[in-house]
Each structure stands twice: as C-alpha cells, then as structure tokens.
C-alpha cells in the first residue's frame, strides 16, 4: 500500500503491548480517547483492519466514509467516539466522558497520550478536574522516548519538563500515579487488571505512565521499515541486518519479548507461533485488498453528516 495516500502518518509499532493491556481489562460501556498514533488502540478494542485501511486511504468503506484519515480515526460503536491529532487535545473530551459516566453510574474512561501532553496546558486543567469532580477515568502517558536501561527506574521526564518524575506532576494534584515498562506485557496486564476495577468503583482519577523505547523506524520524519516487514524468526535465531533494530528487538520490543516468553513457559511453540504469524499476514493482506478496491467517496457525500449545509432559507 506504499504511496497510495498522501499526508503524514504515526504508527504504533513498539507500543501494542499496551493497548492490548489495557484493551482488555475494559468493558463494553467504557471509553476510549487517543492521539495519532490511534491503529494499535482501534485495533486492541476489536476494529476491522480493512474498515481502518480504508478509512486511511481515504476510501467510502472507511469507518467514516473516509472523512477522517489516519490522524482521527475513530469507531463510535467501540467506544471510540473521537481522536484528536493535537498534543493533548483528546485530554478535556476523555474528562468530559469520565463525568458523563459519572452520572449515569457506570463505565470508565480511559485516555491515551504522550509524554508531550504534559506541556500543553489542557493536560492540567483535564486533571484538575477529574481530581475535583473524582470522575473514573485513567490518564495513560505513553512516554516512548525512554531508554533501554531507564525504562524501570523512578527518575526519567520529557525533554522540557521541569519535574524529575512525571508521575510527581499528578501527585501533586492528589491523583494517584505509577510507572509501568511498556515492554513487558505481564506487568502491564497486571497494572491495568488491577487499577481498571479500581477506578470502576469509585477511587477516582488515576495516572499511569507507561514507559516505552521508540521503535528505530518512528525516528525519520517519515515512518519506514529499517530492515523490511517484521519477521517473526527474529524473535529466534535470526537478526535484522541493522545492528540499532537488532538491539531493540533484543531489548524493547514487547512483541519479541512476549513471545520469548510464551514459548519458555510451554504456552505454545515456535511451530504454533509461525501458524498465528501465517494467518495474521493473510489478515491484514485481505484488509489491504479491501481497502485498495473499496470506492472513493462520491462529491455528494460532502454534504452528508454534517450540522449545516450553508443553504440558504432552510
């Protein structure tokens, strides 16, 4: 599907462990509010891959008749209501959410964004007001830009932000807060199972700060594939031929890491793993197919869903 669409793309490769997590621990009354780099929380919360395709090539079979793009995807019947690409622009949309299940007595609201948000001056007024109105919604910062080694300690920030934790910016504010390594699925399946039904019953906001180390291919401006497609045989004994993705598969990728980890424990084998390989691939190949054959929107389709038309004497 290369050059089959103009515009920029983020993409979520590093990170899925956490949107799997958390994904999971949710119920079907629950929200969800993320940022660009939405594929891998639209795809944990059970989206159809093709309908995503298609939304991002611009294409009538997308989940909103391919008005919204890459950057603002989002699946209302998923409780996905809305994306935003704006650096901490889903936080006051994810708060609003949070009371609304406030008042009618059931759900949490959960929302993504990066370590950047905390610099934006919606990330303190979101989480004023969540610890004011004690609304059920968990803060989750994914902070992508730790390394290997720092990723389990106490003392790592963004690169402006003037605190020696990130997690001491919403203590301070009397929301609880913690610190996860996103590359290590158990720990994340643990935190998310742990503090979903806490906030479901009533202990108000909380801040979770997930650490990740960036994928080498999110660092150029444009997202590309440093070595080719993702082998599942470099999880084994095969490598990638750049030494900087070799060490971050080695090192970072919860993917790789998990996977290890499954066939240490006997969970499966290398054999089983390459059939769920094998058919995923065929997936996202079917997906593709879809959305390459799936119809432009017609200009009519314009007019559709929209709050006025500019019609005069209606």
Request: overall charge negative.
């Amino acid at each position: 599907m290369a050059k089959q669409f103009s515009g920029h793309y983020h993409v979520y490769i590093g990170q899925e462990a956490t949107a799997v997590a958390a994904c999971a621990a949710l119920g079907q009354d629950d929200f969800i509010f993320t940022t660009w780099r939405n594929h891998g929380h639209l795809l944990a919360r059970g989206a159809a891959p093709e309908r995503m395709l298609a939304e991002i090539l611009g294409k009538s079979g997308g989940y909103a008749g391919g008005k919204s793009g890459t950057l603002h995807l989002s699946a209302r019947e998923l409780g996905i209501p809305s994306t935003s690409a704006l650096v901490g622009g889903a936080l006051p949309l994810a708060t609003g959410a949070a009371l609304a299940c406030k008042h009618r007595g059931s759900g949490v609201t959960l929302c993504f964004f990066g370590d950047a948000a905390l610099e934006e001056g919606a990330f303190y007024e979101a989480m004023i007001i969540a610890a004011v109105w004690h609304v059920p919604i968990i803060f989750v910062c994914e902070n992508n830009s730790i390394p290997p080694e720092q990723r389990k300690r106490g003392q790592f920030t963004s690169s402006t932000l003037p605190a020696a934790r990130l997690a001491d910016v919403p203590q301070s504010l009397q929301v609880s807060a913690e610190t996860v390594d996103g590359s290590d699925m158990t720990a994340l399946a643990d935190c998310f199972d742990r503090i979903v039904p806490e906030v479901r019953n009533g202990a108000g906001p909380r801040f979770l700060e997930v650490r990740c180390t960036r994928w080498p291919g999110s660092f150029p401006l444009w997202p590309e594939l440093p070595s080719g497609a993702w082998q599942i045989a470099w999880a084994f004994d095969q490598k990638p031929d750049r030494a900087d993705l070799a060490a971050w598969i080695n090192q970072s990728d919860p993917l790789t890491l998990y996977t290890r980890k499954l066939v240490e424990a006997g969970t499966l084998d290398r054999a089983q793993l390459e059939t769920i390989d094998k058919r995923v691939c065929e997936d996202i190949t079917g997906a593709a197919r879809f959305a390459l054959d799936s119809p432009y929107p017609t200009p009519a389709d314009a007019y559709r869903h929209v709050f006025a038309t500019g019609e005069r004497g209606q």
